[in-house]
């Protein structure tokens, strides 16, 4: 199967007002000739999703949420539902990002609600594994990258392709250390390995995006690896011209 290229921004909490207005303005005009071959998601805060939905109305540009919470409504406060970001014209969802795991104590179970509810209410996952530098050292990634995997699989299962995974090393993230190309590859190539065990449709129609300091100039380097279906991008996904060239730098396929 053809797995057609997303590249997603994780604007993480900035761009929450007036600037995200403009940024998703600069990405959907940069990445304009990309669509229909290249799929482009922009994840702005809470605070500025309907706006930016509301101005990307019409354009190749999806948006989606970094959050909800598992449940359709009630006295949680603070808290958002995917019923709610459906409404508020979101079309996706990040989910267990390595941030939400490390400073909110997200575990493998509660991603996996998470995960499970997104579905329900017909938003997209794009569900976030990997490993930090000292599980890599010690030669723990796959063991790692596969238990948060495993966690998720039956509800990724329950509607192949919809879902997304997004493999970001967290000793990557922010830090501009790269995984390499090959790096990158090995696990995203295990990854896939181990949704086939369970599913060969699954394996198949289900893209795993690269996520840690992808720029620019790194980004044709990883999207050429045959298992490498797109990025979500962090910092440089603030800048609508290197995100555009980020998006631009996927290979036709
Ligand atoms: P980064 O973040 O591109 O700034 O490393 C990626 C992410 O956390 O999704």
Same mark, same amino acid.
């Given at each position: 199967?053809?797995?057609?290229?997303?590249?997603?921004?994780?604007?993480?909490?900035?761009?929450?007002?007036?600037?995200?207005?403009? $940024?998703a303005?600069?990405?959907?005009?940069?990445?304009?000739?990309?669509?229909?071959?290249?799929?482009?998601?922009?994840a702005?805060?809470?605070?500025?999703?309907?706006?930016?939905?509301?101005?990307?109305?019409?354009? !190749?540009?999806?948006?989606?949420?970094?959050?909800?919470?598992?449940?359709?409504?009630?006295?949680?406060?603070?808290?958002?539902?995917?019923?709610? $970001?459906?409404?508020?014209?979101?079309?996706?969802?990040?989910?267990? !990002?390595?941030?939400?795991?490390?400073? *909110?104590?997200?575990?493998? #179970?509660f991603?996996?609600?998470?995960?499970?509810?997104?579905l329900?209410?017909?938003?997209?996952?794009?569900?976030?594994?990997?490993?930090?530098?000292?599980?890599? #050292?010690?030669?723990?990634?796959?063991?790692?990258v596969?238990?948060?995997?495993?966690?998720?699989?039956?509800?990724?299962?329950?509607?192949?392709?919809?879902?997304?995974?997004?493999?970001?090393?967290?000793?990557?993230?922010?830090?501009?250390?790269?995984?390499?190309?090959?790096?990158?590859? #090995?696990? !995203?190539?295990?990854?896939?390995?181990?949704?086939?065990? *369970?599913?060969?449709? $699954?394996?198949?129609?289900?893209?795993?995006?690269?996520?840690?300091?992808?720029?620019?100039?790194?980004?044709?380097? $990883?999207?050429?690896?045959?298992?490498?279906?797109?990025a979500?991008?962090?910092?440089?996904?603030?800048?609508?011209?290197? *995100?555009?060239?980020?998006?631009?730098?996927?290979?036709?396929?």
């Amino acid at each position: 199967m053809k797995r057609k290229y997303l590249i997603a921004g994780n604007w993480k909490m900035n761009a929450g007002g007036a600037s995200g207005l403009e $940024l998703a303005r600069g990405v959907a005009e940069g990445t304009k000739e990309l669509a229909g071959r290249v799929e482009i998601v922009v994840a702005p805060p809470f605070t500025a999703l309907a706006a930016v939905a509301q101005e990307l109305e019409g354009t !190749h540009v999806e948006v989606s949420a970094q959050n909800l919470y598992p449940k359709d409504s009630g006295a949680y406060t603070g808290e958002v539902s995917a019923p709610m $970001l459906l409404e508020s014209g979101a079309r996706w969802v990040i989910l267990g !990002h390595s941030e939400r795991r490390q400073y *909110f104590g997200e575990t493998d #179970e509660f991603v996996r609600e998470k995960v499970r509810a997104a579905l329900a209410a017909g938003l997209r996952p794009i569900a976030c594994i990997g490993e930090t530098l000292e599980e890599r #050292e010690a030669n723990r990634t796959l063991e790692v990258v596969f238990r948060q995997l495993d966690a998720i699989r039956d509800e990724l299962a329950s509607r192949p392709g919809v879902g997304v995974i997004a493999y970001e090393p967290v000793w990557a993230i922010g830090t501009g250390k790269v995984a390499g190309p090959e790096q990158a590859e #090995e696990v !995203h190539a295990a990854i896939r390995k181990r949704l086939a065990e *369970f599913s060969a449709e $699954l394996a198949d129609a289900t893209r795993i995006l690269y996520g840690g300091s992808v720029k620019a100039d790194n980004a044709a380097g $990883l999207l050429g690896m045959p298992n490498v279906d797109g990025a979500l991008v962090g910092g440089a996904s603030l800048d609508a011209a290197g *995100f555009a060239r980020i998006a631009q730098a996927a290979p036709e396929r």
